[in-house]
Structure formats: C-alpha cells, structure tokens
C-alpha cells in the first residue's frame, strides 16, 4: 500500500530559505527521499496552490499571528510546530490586535489538525500550555546538523576573506530579544575577546526601526555597529561556514530560551567546544556535551574565560560534542517522520 504525502515546501523560496524553518524543509524532504521507503509518495506543494489529492498534508512550520493553515475535512494534516517563543515573551514580540484575532483562528484550526510534530520535549511542553493541543498527539522528531559533504574552505582563505583575528567566540543566527546576543556581547567585553557574528539579519538594513521585535538589532549597531571587535558576517556559504567554526576557540549559545538550538550540534560536529545557556531545549539538546551557565552577562563571562583557559576541559568539550552530535541524524529524523506518516493511516 502507497501513502500519498505532500510537504508544504513554501519555505524553500520565501524569507524561510536561509533560517531553520527552510532548512528543516530542504534536509526533511532530501532525507525522505533518501530513505526511500517503498510505502511512501512523496510530493511538494507550494501554500500558494494547495492541491487536496494526497492522503496527508505537512506543514513543515506553524505561524502563530498569520492565518496560514488550510485544513479540508477527511483529510489527515501534520505540522511542525518548531516551538511558541513569542508566546513565552509577549513583551518582546507585541501581535498586535490583527495577530492577536489570527492568532485565535490559528489556534481553533490547529484542533483540527490530525498531528504535530516539534523539534523537543520543551517545545512540546510548550504547546500543550499555550496551543492546548492534546500531548498525545504530538511527536518529538529532532533535528540534526547539516549533512551534505561539501569540501570545506581552507582555513587561510576563510581568516583572509572574513578578516578573522587569531582568537574569537562565535554565534550564528538572528538578533531576535530571546537569542540574547546583547549579553553575550557584554559578556565578550569582559573578558576582552572578538566575537564573531553569522547571520544575514546581523548586517541587513531592511527593517522597521521603530518596532518592538527589532529592538535588539536597533540597540546592537547604535552600540558596537562600528566596534571591531563585534565581527559581524551575514549570511555565510555552507563550505565556508563550517570552516569558521572550525576556526572558532568556543562557539556560544547565550539565549534566553530555544525551542531546539541547532547551530549547537553544528558547532560540536565541527569540533568546537560549545557553552549554552541553561534555558529551554538547550540541557536537552547539548547533552553534558557542553559548558552550561545561566543567561546573564557575567555567568557567560565566567563560562567562556572557563573553556579559553582550560585546555584540557576543551579538549574534553570536543570529544565529548563529536560524541553528542551522533545522536542526532536526519536519516534518523526523516525515519520518524515516515513512522508518523504510517501511524496515522495504517494505525
């Protein structure tokens, strides 16, 4: 018997592309079809122009304040729902009244979604709280880190073309209020080290400076947009990339809280030692693999100078995340992702 699956892949050519919802989408598919189950069909369609023809429809992201879930009768529906962070911060991600009332409707059509999947055991926490969506029918899928084998840019070509100095910290993702970039800036102050930002909206200048969500973008380029010690990339080629963790003395994921915290597992793949937060997903995630400490300046201060001076607890670090990460695979995802497929029709 055929399961007919269509995944939503409008992520794959909007805003979505280069953040963690288009890479869930882009490593999903691939590792679907790369499994190559014989029961599964797996098709893509774009929001745009919903066909109703399969037996299940995926949405590979929930939005929260956009009324973006198309539900027929009869026909069984997942999402992933990677977690509800402007949920846990209202202050710092204001709806509005319009995505206050979308919010609603996105609410009452989840209850009629078949399933949900979501990238942790917090952000399933999460949902069940805040969706009050039935935690017997959610699934906990984790993601894993980049699994192409591009050849990596030599070390030399990297430090010259991004002017990396001997020695930095390192973070890649958004400016967003809960990834806390602020803090781990002042915390590189501390202990007087370079930080190096990835990311394309660390360097974009096409955003509404007076909205509350950019507040922290705003206030990073008032105070450190000309420091030369706060190295900000945009965003960077994979090849690249994992050069530049490779480079990194530690990589740092400051945040207030994650719903799963991916360039963690990026960075240990690559041999970086890693110090996180002790919030959210992040415990969850990093495994005993990494320095944890609390999300305050000094206490990542103390974390980071930690890990500089100890060669031996670094190198413990290193070992022990190239350990952590085998954990994660997206053969691994994708297997239980077609588990879930096959739940829901065959029981």
Known sequence: ?????????????????IRGVGMYTKYLIAAIKQVNDPEIVLSSFDTQIPNWQYQITHYPYFDLFFHT??????????VTIHDVIPLLFPKAYPPGIRGKVKFILQKQTLQKVTHVITDSKTSKA??????????????????????????????DEVIEKYHLPPRFILYVGDINYNKN????????KLINIPLVIVGKQAVSDDYDATHTENQPLVELI?????????????????????????????????????????PVLEAMSHGCPVVAANTGSLPEICGGAAIMC???STSIAEALHKTLQDENLRQNLIASGLVQVTN??????????INVYKSLILG
């Open 328 to 337: 994660f695979s997206w053969e691994k995802t994708a297997t239980q992702t």
């Open 181 to 188: 970039v602020l803090g781990l800036i002042s915390a590189c």
């Open 294 to 296: 609390k999300p305050t």
């Open 69 to 78: 879930l198309r539900i027929k009768p009869k026909q069984k529906t997942i």
């Open 126 to 155: 999460d949902i069940v709280k805040y969706l009050d969506y039935p935690q017997e029918k959610i699934s906990v899928i984790y993601l894993a880190p980049a699994n192409d084998r591009s050849t990596k840019t030599p070390k």
């Open 222 to 262: 008032r105070r450190y947009g000309k420091d030369t010690d706060i190295i900000r990339l945009g965003f960077i080629e994979e090849a690249n990339l994992k050069t530049i963790y490779q480079l990194a003395a530690v990589y740092c994921q400051p945040s207030f809280y994650e719903g799963f915290g991916l």
């Open 1 to 17: 018997m055929s399961i007919n699956i269509a995944i939503d892949c409008s992520p794959l050519s909007s805003g979505h592309r």
